[in-house]
C-alpha cells in the first residue's frame, strides 16, 4: 500500500508510478481470482477452441463460445437462465443433477440472459427459463418455463442415442 503514501506528493511523475503500482496490483488480484474461478469451475468454462466432451457439471456457455459448442456437441441441452429469476434457480438443481446422472449421453450448458443477449435474441428468448435442446447443431425441441425432473428428463431421452 506505499502507493498511497506516493500520492500525497504532488509530483505528476509520483501520481504516475502510484497508479501504475495499483494497475500491475489490479492484475495480479485478478489473475488469481481467475486461477480460483478455473479451479472452482473444474475447466468447465471453456472457450472455442477446446473440446466440447460431455462432462457431469453444465458448462457456462456465453455469445462467444455458444455458436461453436452448440456445433461440436452431438447432444446438447442449455438451460437460458438469469440470477434474479425464482423459477430459473428452481431448475438448476435440476439441470446438474441432470448434467451429473446423463454424463456420457449428453452435454448440458447454462447461458446468463443478461450477459449474453446476441445469442438470447438470436434464439428468441423473451421468457425464462427455457430450455433448449441441440442436435448435431440445430435446435430440436425445447420448452419455456420450470419443469420437475421427469418432465426434462422425458423431453431428453428422446434424443438420446
Known amino acids: 500500500m506505499h502507493a498511497k503514501a506516493i500520492i500525497f506528493n504532488n509530483s505528476l511523475g ?17 489473475e488469481k481470482k481467475m486461477k480460483d474461478l478455473a479451479k472452482k469451475s ?12 460431455m462432462g457431469t457439471a453444465p458448462l457456462t456457455l456465453n455469445d462467444s463460445n455458444f455458436d461453436g ?16 429469476c425464482g423459477p430459473c434457480r428452481a431448475v438448476s438443481p435440476v439441470i446438474e443433477q441432470l448434467a451429473t446422472e446423463l454424463a456420457g449421453k449428453a452435454l448440458f450448458g447454462k447461458l446468463n440472459v443478461d450477459e449474453n443477449p446476441v445469442v438470447s435474441s438470436t434464439f428468441g428468448i423473451q421468457s425464462i427459463p427455457t430450455i433448449a435442446i441441440f442436435k448435431n447443431g440445430k435446435m430440436v425441441d425445447g420448452f419455456v418455463g420450470a419443469a420437475s425432473k421427469s418432465q426434462i428428463l422425458s423431453k431428453i431421452s428422446t434424443y438420446i442415442d
Request: charged share 20%; proline share 2%; hydrophobic share 40%.
Open 14 to 30: 509520483d501520481i504516475i508510478q502510484a497508479m501504475q503500482n495499483w494497475n500491475d496490483e489490479l492484475n495480479e488480484i485478478m
Open 42 to 53: 473444474n475447466g468447465n468454462n471453456f472457450s472455442d477452441n477446446n473440446n466440447t466432451t
Open 69 to 84: 459448442t452448440i456445433k461440436k456437441s452431438q447432444l446438447i441441452v442449455v438451460d437460458f437462465w438469469a440470477p434474479w
